[in-house]
């Protein structure tokens, strides 16, 4: 015990000679405890946390394919078709993402983010 005592000491002399050194370490050790802290409650929030809706573990994504393998909106009929049906589509939702170009007179158009 006595020898940590020992290098307490020293490291605390060592420190207060060096102050540019100290403030240096000081400073890197904050950003990088505030980095991961930032860091962990944006994941945590996004990935790790439940979503708001009862029983989350049971959402699923609904979506056709063309032949080609790209994706494809059903349409208004098929949803309700699906969900008159009953089973497990019957408290299902929908929702559309749109783009479109927005554009001013005489400047060019510009690709909106997805609303």
Known sequence: MGK???DI???IRSLVKSPRFTTAAVVTLALGIGANTAMFSVIHSVLLKAWPVRDSSR???VSQRQANGNSNLFST???LDWKQQGGLL???AAHVSWE???SAAGTQPELSPNA
Request: charged share 15%; net charge positive; proline share 0%.
């Open 4 to 6: 940590l005592l020992q």
């Open 9 to 11: 000491r020293f490291g």
């Open 77 to 79: 009929q098929d949803f």
């Open 59 to 61: 959402l699923l994504v």
């Open 90 to 92: 019957v408290r299902m």
């Open 100 to 102: 479109f170009n927005l």
